[in-house]
């Protein structure tokens, strides 16, 4: 898979071209401990290498210069006694399937030596500062010598938004590890529906997950992101991640967590009864932004627009909000005057992949992408009443709702990765009593 994603890569380049890359580096977390390490996701994207401080060069036409080399850190029995084993270059070109590898302390004498013969360079500046200092150190070094018959490239090339087109259509290899990612996550959710009881905390659920998700081939964190378990109304806090209240009896509590799998997120959100069965004014709400959901999904569509999706959401939403006397006015207006967004707050889907917001242009030429086969996002509209909001029925008051699954665009319709994990209010329920 890393091998065609170089390839795809190296097809966008022309004679005459070199390509530098750097993989992510150690994070101190305070003194001298480290956040646990995660390769930067478009260097894993085109190398599948899971060690820190690697860089890759990439040369298309150049006599003297690899077509492709890995540089990783050697091979040394000490620190690998400390710290973990090591590829190694042999290592990588076996287990990688690189033509060539070196070690990293011989990276910046290559890539001078490769930006000294390149017509054209790809570098994404402001993306490593290591390695800005080092192009910028080399094209002045070239300029001054210009007399001597040296030349710094023509141009440079940001090979970031080549990578991101590329990355935004996924494989069938990416789509076998994202649906892996999100079969792990839904089993996850459908666990810690039956398991949430009133008085627990939080976090125990949140402990429940994360251990479903290494239990069952996650690696690292496990987790795509922070999961957020939110119940009563810290629901309404978007990105709610202090995961320490206590379970209250009579509360939703919604879940928004996805695993990791080898690089690939899942993001599911589920909302829920902590007691098994829904109040008449949590069932009306939830019922709302299923319905909107449902309709959402439907419209997943190649060729559709990618916000077409969130207006026809928005629509179903606020319909909603006037049928249960939220809002006052027709949809007509209630679009118009946009009354319904303070309680439904963010978009309704983004693109999902090695991040958890993928990246990818939502816009071409100004105009909203259309969906094309091999993309993969998320829908997942919601409906939040703040407990405070005085203008908002007292039932109402405190609940928030989202329902959020990952989907796969094809050509025979949307699929739904994530369908494991039940979302119909007596399938809910029901996975709540068990």
């Not at 033509?99 to 994404?124: C, Q, Y």
Request: overall charge negative.
């Amino acid at each position: 898979m890393f091998t065609a994603n170089r390839k795809k890569f190296f097809a966008q380049m022309q004679d005459g071209d070199v390509a530098i890359f750097a993989g992510a580096s150690h994070v101190t977390r305070n003194h001298d401990v480290d956040f646990r390490f995660r390769q930067s996701s478009s260097f894993w994207y085109l190398t599948g290498c899971h060690e820190a401080d690697a860089c890759l060069i990439l040369a298309k036409g150049i006599t003297g210069i690899d077509e492709e080399c890995l540089f990783v850190l050697p091979k040394d029995p000490l620190q690998e006694t400390w710290h973990g084993r090591r590829l190694g270059p042999e290592g990588a070109e076996e287990k990688l399937d690189f033509e060539n590898a070196d070690v990293n302390d011989e990276f910046d004498g290559a890539a001078m030596e490769a930006i000294t013969a390149a017509k054209r360079l790809w570098h994404s500046v402001g993306s490593n500062d290591e390695l800005d200092a080092l192009v910028a150190e080399c094209c002045a070094t070239l300029r001054a010598k210009s007399r001597l018959g040296e030349q710094a490239p023509e141009v440079i090339v940001d090979h970031a938004p080549v990578i991101n087109a590329m990355r935004l259509i996924k494989s069938e290899d990416e789509i076998t590890l994202m649906l892996a990612a999100a079969n792990i996550s839904a089993e996850a959710h459908s666990v810690a529906m039956s398991q949430a009881q009133p008085g627990m905390r939080e976090y125990e659920i949140e402990a429940m997950l994360h251990h479903y998700f290494r239990a069952h081939g996650s690696h690292a964190d496990g987790w795509a992101y922070p999961s957020i378990v939110a119940g009563g109304e810290n629901a309404c806090i978007l990105h709610y991640t202090e995961n320490d209240q206590l379970l209250g009896d009579g509360d939703l509590l919604l879940i928004d967590a996805g695993a990791e799998y080898q690089g690939y997120a899942a993001d599911i959100t589920r909302t829920f009864p902590i007691n098994s069965k829904f109040s008449p004014a949590q069932r009306d709400v939830y019922q709302v932004v299923l319905d909107a959901q449902r309709a959402t999904i439907e419209n997943c569509q190649i060729g559709n627009s990618f916000h077409s999706g969130h207006d026809i959401a928005s629509k179903v939403l606020a319909q909603g909000l006037i049928d249960l006397k939220i809002i006052g006015g027709t949809l007509e207006d209630c679009l118009e005057e946009q009354s319904y967004k303070r309680f439904t707050i963010h978009n309704t889907s983004h693109w999902l992949g090695l991040d958890v917001h993928d990246c990818g242009e939502y816009y071409l030429d100004g105009n909203s992408r259309p969906l094309e086969a091999g993309m993969v996002m998320t829908v997942e509209p919601g409906l939040y009443f703040s407990p405070t909001d005085e203008m908002v029925p007292e039932q109402f008051r405190g609940i928030g709702v989202r329902i959020e699954d990952d989907v796969h665009i094809t050509k025979e319709g949307p699929q739904i990765l994530s369908e494991g994990v039940p979302k119909e209010i007596e399938d809910v329920e029901q996975q709540c009593s068990g």
